[in-house]
Nanobody
């Protein structure tokens, strides 16, 4: 499975961005999908995940501001980000997990495939 993330860029605090991750080479609908981020000097952390059946989970820090969704017909997962904050600045990665349930999707080890990352910079 190959994952191609796009949509990163610069935004002002309070602004919005939408990330997309297009998958190829596998059966997209059979994968749980996640968005992670990694800021300089910090560990990679879950932002949001969506299961095969459409269940979602979010990091507390983005709850109410970010929305993850998937469009199986386009083999794409999205991350809509609103009310952006400077602390959202990071490289964002999409990932695919062929196994697992929603409660396991916060762990990087649950994911077999990773995209290349897209940089999001939020200025105050």
């Amino acid at each position: 499975v190959q994952l191609q993330a796009s949509g990163g860029g610069s935004a002002q605090a309070g602004g919005s961005l939408r990330l997309s991750c297009a998958a190829s080479g596998g059966t997209f609908r059979s994968y749980n999908m996640g968005w992670f981020r990694q800021a300089p000097g910090k560990e990679r952390e879950l932002v949001a995940a969506i299961s095969r059946s459409g269940g979602t989970t979010y990091a507390d820090s983005v709850l109410g501001r970010f929305t993850i969704s998937r469009e199986n017909a386009k083999s794409t997962v999205y991350l809509q980000m609103k009310s952006l904050k400077p602390e959202d600045t990071a490289v964002y990665y999409c990932a695919a997990a062929p196994r697992g349930i929603l409660s396991t999707l916060s762990n990087t080890g649950s994911y077999d495939y990773w995209g290349q990352g897209t940089l999001v910079t939020v200025s105050s």
